[in-house]
Nanobody, 124 residues
Framework: QVQLVESGGGLVQPGGSLRLSCTAS????????IGWFRQAPGKEREGVSC????????YYANSVKGRFTISRDNAKNTVYLQMNSLKPEDTALYYC?????????????????WGQGTQVTVTS
């Protein structure tokens, strides 16, 4: 059974940090570029960051550049999203997904497998 599972979300104050994890069962994340997306209530799902399949290229939305860092641990079959200096506007349900484009993109069109999401809430 192919499954992606996100974890690490929670409630944090502005300026705080969280690290999200994306793990897979039934397949290897090493075979895909991986992206993180988020969706706030009433808004479209947007690309946050992605990492290419094999050469480590990373991409970030302008809104998170300099604050978020994506990385992958192939031995653990896990992709991480380190989120620092969190802002209330980062509040959303965060998803990871597999990209059939090996270079990675921030658009949803080339993503196939999605997790169920982990909630991030930034509030004082």
């Amino acid at each position: 059974q192919v499954q992606l599972v996100e974890s690490g979300g929670g409630l944090v104050q502005p300026g705080g940090s969280l690290r999200l994890s994306c793990t897979a069962s039934g397949f290897s994340l090493n075979d895909y570029a991986i992206g993180w997306f988020r969706q706030a209530p009433g808004k479209e799902r947007e690309g946050v960051s992605c990492i290419s399949r094999s050469d480590g290229y990373t991409y970030y939305a302008n809104s998170v550049k300099g604050r978020f860092t994506i990385s992958r641990d192939n031995a653990k079959n896990t992709v991480y999203l380190q989120m620092n200096s969190l802002k209330p506007e980062d509040t959303a349900l965060y998803y990871c997904a597999t990209d059939r484009n090996p270079g990675g993109t921030l658009t949803k069109a080339t993503y196939d497998y999605w997790g169920q999401g982990t909630q991030v809430t930034v509030t004082s």
